[in-house]
């Protein structure tokens, strides 16, 4: 079986769409499908192209058996919208090029942002062979959500896009119920939705001592440290958590904020004004480094935006630090509130609600009997969403659909 992947972002980037696509191919490698994946050169979320890479029109590596091409794109730092856009659309132009030279028995095309989603879709139509479109973000509805753009015609336009994806994809690959749920409610059938969940790569993701060298080099030493990994964006609220520092009576609590993002040096200049000696902000670290840094910490938080758009998510930084046992203390509503809830691995506190969450913090330190019994329901919870399963449900779903003999392409 070949596969043709196409995503903006992979390794060695380490957000959230690169883990999950480089993990699910990797095994699907395992498992004997020939992978190729069409990227960009590595450089989210600072916009600056790592080391050791080049922007290049194409350039071609074996990653784990994977085939990566990258293709040259617009490069930028994951801020300003026009700015955004020509990367987006840059990406899906030099893409679509690029994947009309490689065979496929299927093409895959994952979102947040859906540029990609219409490049799949595009080859898909001129090499006729049907795509499936992975659904990471509802967009464009998470725009509005985040206030990046505000409800007008150009939101209009990008929804009757979105729809047409949604239509002529031959499948569609959702992370959550709810996005199911949407989905169906736009007037998609949801027989051709599969729910392939976030889940952590155990291999990778699972408990260690702490990493002495890291708890001296931050000071940390006889610390409580609660530790915020990932973007730093307009989505995270973060600024709350700045606010909540403030508030923090006990010296003994550190807070660890460690990412990058458009608000980012927004949050340095706000800490500075705070003058918070009990918050520490680093930059993004390695794809090979997390796990040390997450041994260091005793609760991850996890924090969005107060939102509707947002009950519907469930950001996969939960998984990671829970295969690590390290309890959560999440700001979200909905799926992930029920996910905490439900494996009994975290406390829950209402989004931008600082009374909340001062008062989770503390429950959190104070009561290690209870911390115990957190860090059982992570392990639960990590057991349950082991990706190497959830990328062979996929994989296994993607065959089943093919022997079926309804395996076509819409040419609408």
């Not at 801020?79 to 840059?90: A, C, F, M, N, P």
């Not at 959560?328 to 992930?336: D, P, T």
Request: with cysteine.
């Amino acid at each position: 079986m070949k596969i043709l992947f196409l995503s903006d972002n992979f390794y060695p980037e380490v957000n959230a769409p690169a883990n999950r696509t480089y993990d699910h191919c990797r095994e699907w490698v395992k498992l004997g499908a020939d992978v190729t994946v069409i990227t960009c050169v590595p450089n989210f979320p600072k916009g600056k192209v790592f080391e050791g890479y080049k922007n290049k029109l194409i350039q071609t590596q074996i990653v784990d058996g994977i085939r990566v091409v990258r293709v040259w794109s617009y490069i930028t730092a994951n801020e300003g919208t026009i700015k955004r856009i020509l990367d987006y659309v840059s990406f899906a132009i030099t893409s679509f090029f690029a994947s009309l030279f490689y065979k496929a028995d299927f093409i895959i095309a994952t979102s947040p942002q859906f540029f990609t989603a219409m490049a799949g879709r595009a080859a898909g139509f001129f090499k006729r062979t049907p795509w499936i479109m992975e659904v990471r973000d509802i967009w464009p509805e998470s725009i509005v959500a985040v206030g990046a753009m505000k409800k007008s015609r150009s939101i209009l336009f990008l929804e009757k896009i979105e729809k047409y994806l949604y239509r002529t994809a031959r499948k569609i690959v959702v992370v959550t119920d709810s996005f199911k749920q949407n989905i169906i409610d736009k007037g998609i059938n949801g027989d051709k939705i599969y729910i392939i969940k976030n889940g952590v790569y155990l291999n990778k993701f699972f408990p260690i001592p702490k990493d002495e060298i890291i708890v001296k080099e931050l000071g940390l030493n006889g610390k409580f440290v609660v530790a915020y990994f990932g973007t730093h964006g307009m989505a995270h609220k973060l600024d709350f958590v700045l606010h909540a520092a403030k508030n923090i009576t006990d010296k003994s609590i550190h807070i660890l904020l460690i990412g990058d993002g458009a608000e980012r040096k927004y949050l340095l200049q706000l800490k500075d004004q705070l003058h918070l000696e009990n918050l520490t902000m680093l930059a993004s670290v390695s794809k090979d480094e997390i796990q040390k840094y997450i041994s260091v910490i005793d609760v991850a938080l996890v924090n969005l935006r107060k939102s509707d758009t947002f009950k519907s998510v469930i950001p996969s930084k939960i998984f990671e630090n829970a295969a690590m046992l390290k309890p959560i203390l999440l700001g979200v509503e909905g799926e992930s509130k029920a996910l905490i809830e439900d494996y009994n691995a975290g406390i829950c506190f209402e989004p931008e609600n600082e009374n909340e969450f001062l008062e989770a913090l503390g429950k959190m330190k104070s009561d290690t009997e209870l911390y115990r019994e957190f860090q059982k329901g992570c392990e639960r919870l990590a057991h349950d969403f082991d990706r190497s399963k959830l990328a062979k449900k996929m994989l296994e779903e993607i065959r089943k659909e093919m022997k079926s003999g309804k395996w076509r392409v819409n040419r609408e």
